[in-house]
């Protein structure tokens, strides 16, 4: 029908169901225009892509920085993944990338591949950090035994929850609680007054509350968010930092970037998140960061980490994020520091 419709002169749009919505008496959507090609293996180019933007993805940053130097770049999905015949293989694409954030890559063949066929498998899954995920690490587990250089190690991904991996380092912390009982969180709420709550396996700043003493919506809050005493919740001293930035320090096999990006919540919210509308700032690391930095570095580069991604607000560690590390692009273009150079170049280190 689009190819027709095409052919005809006629422009094509997409949306998806979750996009359609009422607001100021109209019915609309977020839709992205379409071009159709003829060949059934890469039919289509987005124009206006929802999914990876090139201009400030860190994935993009990497496949880019690893074609440049000269090694062929193949993804794959989640969906994909699977083991048969005694080996852990995926459906790969290999892709060649542009310079073009509109227009960033070309599909070329496909086909089904053992893991450890590749010279390194990158494993940049966002949260949810469900079953799925967990079933994915399992596989991928599998294909380190075959011979697969995976990045991050799955066993680290499995036992570095990217909110409770704080409690190792517990000497960088503001005081913090997990617990699902709703007692306890109230409890928690009285005694520090001002705090932040949030599940453990969200990202981005979604289900993420300030919850006051005497916040009149205190209880609904607490009950949704640990769905009446059955899900797991982190709570946190709420830090008035944060309103100078949530501070993404970023360690690359153990080193510290020496950069920050500072992501500066908007007036009337006190989420670091760009994907909450935070707006990022890059910054030189502070000596503060340097000491949090080189003390968990090690450790976690040892464990087979090699792209983490630490959150900071004033002194204060506040989350260890290990699954899909973000912030390569804006540190790039507003220091001029070469991120993606430099974690290739340990990636490279690793795999020699």
């Known amino acids: 029908m689009m190819r027709a419709a095409q052919a005809r002169g006629h422009g094509v749009h997409v949306c998806e169901q979750a996009s359609l919505h009422w607001a100021k008496n109209r019915v609309a959507a977020g839709a992205a225009r379409l071009s159709l090609t003829d060949n059934d293996e890469d039919w289509y180019r987005k124009h206006e892509s929802h999914s990876l933007k090139a201009y400030k993805d860190s994935s993009v940053a990497m496949m880019r920085a690893a074609q440049a130097r000269g090694h062929g770049v193949h993804v794959c999905e989640q969906a994909s993944l699977h083991w048969a015949k005694n080996r852990v293989a995926a459906g790969a694409t290999r892709l060649s990338l542009t310079d073009n954030d509109e227009d960033w890559y070309r599909k070329h063949e496909s086909q089904i591949r053992p893991l450890a066929e590749f010279g390194a498998v990158l494993m940049r899954k966002d949260p949810p950090f469900d079953l799925e ?48 009982e709703m007692p306890r969180l109230q409890e928690f709420i009285d005694e520090h007054r001002d705090t932040v709550l949030k599940r453990l396996d969200g990202m981005g700043g979604a289900g993420v509350f300030r919850v006051r003493h005497d916040d ?29 930035g949530d501070k993404r320090v970023l360690l690359i096999d153990g080193k510290v970037v020496p950069h920050c990006l500072a992501r500066i919540p908007r007036p009337g919210d006190s989420r670091g998140n760009l994907a909450a509308g935070a707006r990022g700032v890059a910054q030189p690391i502070s000596a503060r960061h340097r000491e949090i930095a080189e003390a968990l570095g090690p450790v976690l580069a040892g464990r087979g980490l090699l792209l983490v991604g630490l959150d900071v607000i004033g002194d204060w560690l506040t989350e260890v994020n290990v699954t899909s590390p973000t912030c390569f692009r804006e540190i790039q273009d507003q220091t001029g520091f070469d991120v993606s150079g430099m974690f290739l170049g340990a990636l490279e280190a690793r795999i020699r």
């Not at 399992?138 to 990217?162: D, I, M, T, Y």
């Not at 991996?165 to 699902?180: C, D, K, Q």
């Open 133 to 180: 995920y967990v079933a994915s690490t399992w596989l991928l587990s599998a294909a380190v035994r075959e011979g697969a250089r995976v990045f991050n190690a799955p066993q680290a991904l499995r036992e570095h929850n990217e909110k409770f991996a704080i409690a190792e380092f517990a000497r960088f912390t503001v005081p913090s609680l997990v617990a699902r």
């Open 216 to 244: 009149p919506n205190r209880n609904v809050i607490v009950e949704t968010i640990s769905e009446l005493g059955t899900r797991s919740v982190m709570a946190q001293r709420y830090i008035p930092a944060i309103a100078e």
